[in-house]
């Protein structure tokens, strides 16, 4: 904490000798660059890298060894034989010093900033996100890292990724502070002792010398403190990037991949380098491809975030920065051979997946079985993945077929809403609503009214979507047009009587109608889900494969 002005202790500088300068190099953020005038004090701070052979000249005086706004590209000239020689240098000098933080100024042509150097950005692969003045990293999941704070007066580190940075390049960094406080205090109220102190270390040095202050009116001493603190470089071995990277730290996640003769549970981990294989490693372990199962629950952490995760038929993946094949195609489990588990996900997603492992109950799916062991083609059999399946193909092959799409691409707000229509993972009366919802946007708010329209016929006025397509259907001789129109009715009911208002007497009459168990959430999605595949499936085979062009049905 700062002393109050006109203090002794503010003049003597005693916080920043007792507790600044000892904090450098030991806390989670380090100030790199800092400048402030706030009268009577005035304080900067800034940085370099040195070599080896600069340390010992830096500890040989007091002043700094970079100035603020040194270090950039120049040339110097001298004499060799007898001729003038012109040298480029990389950081303006040859002497074992280069800057970490650049002071960019354009003599008022420009507004000035500070960046920071481009070894070191690349050096973490940081993404700079300039209107916050961020420096960014990112973890396993692709979630930011806050890595450095730039602001127009202050530029600090996560102390962190400024070692292993010197841990890479095996430069050291030097801390300089230079500080300027003005007193009251005469000379005369002093302690002789105090006029001027110096301090040594191996790798630090400062100087305070407290003046008579002859050239402002208002005070009659001043202080000024200048310090350097180097921080050397941590062993190659702490770089943090391959191929020093700190997975090997983690410890290994065990699962449960069956049970002994006694019923207990029997685990194992996943790490793919303690498992056997079909090339005889580690005979007496467990295989690589020993299923694990789940509960399905798991997956809803990946459900939750669309924009990050995908959940596709066999495969979660995360970004571009990772993916693991799963088997989602059974219906009250997921699986996961042990192997991947250990070798494609991030440790933290082991855990998180360890939450929701169990003993197994039966065996992969037929889908899974036949892809991973028959390398055959196969279809999934999930109800909401042939969902995804069919969505995406009469999609994709209507518009190829008639020049126009059925249902309408959703807004960049919904670009998600195919990836979230799922089977439930809890019996949870809110994912229920939540799916009826996403299949009724899907179905009946995103149909082409327009060109529907255009085609059916006769239309009565404000008539809506599902009658719309009816009209449509009807004018094209749909053999199955009743039941997919019922089938579209009785989804919008559910949604307009349940996931859309307060639950009344008219939910259960749909419900009551349909004859679904709503204490089997789960079911009704199903139901739900198989029936519109179906419908979907049907359109697709009448309109696609065998139907005619839609132009020669217009009104």
Known sequence: MTPKPGTLEFLLQRDVIDDLLPKIGKEQWQTLYSIGDNYPHQFSMWCALLDGNAVSR????????????????????????????????RFGRSDGVRPLILYRSFHGAFPKYVEVD????????????????????????????????????????????????QAGNGMYIAIFVDSVRYSLISLGNLPPDEFERIEVGALSRWRRNVV????????????????????????????????????????????????DEEGKEVQHTSNPDKLSNYFGANPSAPHYLTPVFFRRE?????????????????QLACLSLWSCQIDNNLESHVA???GDLGRDLPYEERLHWRQFNVVPDGGISETNFRRSFLSQFTDASAPDLIFHHEYKRITRDWEKKHGWPLFLAPSPADAYLLDTVRMPVTNSQAELDE????????????????????????VEEGAKGISKLA?????????????VIQLFRDLQTLRSTGSAHRKGSSYKEIIAKLGIDVTRKPDVVRRILEETSEALRALRLHYCEAGPQSDSHRA
């Open 58 to 89: 830096a500890l040989e005086h007091d002043g700094w060894d970079l100035r603020i706004g040194d270090g950039k590209p120049g040339f110097s000239r001298g004499q060799a034989e007898g001729k003038e020689v012109t040298t480029y240098h």
């Open 118 to 165: 481009e070894e070191f950005r690349l050096f973490h692969d940081l993404a700079e996100d300039k209107s916050r003045g961020f420096l960014l990293s990112f973890d396993s999941s692709g979630r930011e890292i806050q890595v450095v704070r730039v602001k127009p007066k202050e530029v600090q580190v996560q102390l962190k990724y400024l070692r292993q940075f």
């Open 212 to 259: 008579e202050c002859d050239f402002q009116d208002n005070f009659q001493t001043f202080s000024r403190l200048l310090a350097k603190v180097i921080l050397a470089p941590p062993p190659m071995e702490k770089a943090g990037i391959w191929p020093f990277t700190d997975d090997g730290a983690q410890e290994d996640v065990v699962f449960i991949i069956g049970v």
């Open 298 to 314: 798991v997956l809803g952490k990946y459900f939750a975030e669309p924009e990050r995760y995908s959940v596709s038929d066999g």
């Open 336 to 338: 996961v051979f042990l």
């Open 435 to 458: 799916q009826i919802g996403l299949l009724a946007k899907l179905l009946i708010d995103s149909l082409n009214e327009k060109e529907l329209a255009a085609r059916a016929g006769v």
């Open 471 to 483: 009209g449509f259907l009807k004018a094209t001789q749909f053999a199955e047009c009743q039941s």
